[in-house]
C-alpha cells in the first residue's frame, strides 16, 4: 500500500532551522517526483518545493527559496525539507507527495499524500 509519513515539524522560534522527513512506502519510490506543500487554516494548499526522480534538479516557492532546502536519498525512500531561517509566517501544516510529473507545483498533480505535520514558529 502506497504510503507517505511526515515527521520533524514542531514548535521553534523565528530564525530557527526544522528538517521535516517524508518516509515513503512506494513501488517505485524513485520513479516519482516528490513534492512539499503547506496549509494554513483557511487557504489553499500552497507549493513550497519538488525534486526530480533522481534528485538533479529542483523548483522552491518563492517565498521560501533561499532559506529552504528539498533532497533525496532513493535508498532510504526518503524525501527531506531542511528549512533555516524560519519565520512566522511559514507556520502550517506540512505535506509530502509523489507526483509522476517532474517538479509539479501543482497539487492536482500528486498521486499520493502523506498526513501532514505541524510546523509553528513563534515571533
Known amino acids: 500500500q502506497e504510503q507517505l509519513v511526515e515527521s520533524g515539524g514542531g514548535l521553534v522560534q523565528a530564525g530557527d532551522s526544522l528538517r521535516l522527513s517524508c518516509a515513503a512506502s512506494l513501488r517505485a519510490f524513485s520513479d516519482y517526483s516528490m513534492g512539499w506543500f503547506r496549509r494554513t487554516p483557511g487557504k489553499e494548499r500552497e507549493f513550497v518545493a519538488a525534486i526530480s526522480w533522481g534528485g538533479g534538479s529542483t523548483r522552491y516557492a518563492d517565498s521560501v527559496k533561499g532559506r529552504f532546502t528539498i533532497s533525496r536519498d532513493n535508498a532510504k525512500n526518503t524525501v527531506y525539507l531542511q528549512m533555516n531561517n524560519l519565520k512566522p509566517e511559514d507556520t502550517a501544516v506540512y505535506y509530502c507527495?509523489?507526483?509522476?510529473?517532474?517538479?509539479?507545483?501543482?497539487?492536482?498533480?500528486?498521486?499520493?499524500w502523506g498526513q501532514g505535520t505541524q510546523v509553528t514558529v513563534s515571533s
Open positions: 507527495a509523489a507526483s509522476v510529473y517532474s517538479l509539479s507545483s501543482y497539487p492536482g498533480g500528486y498521486a499520493y
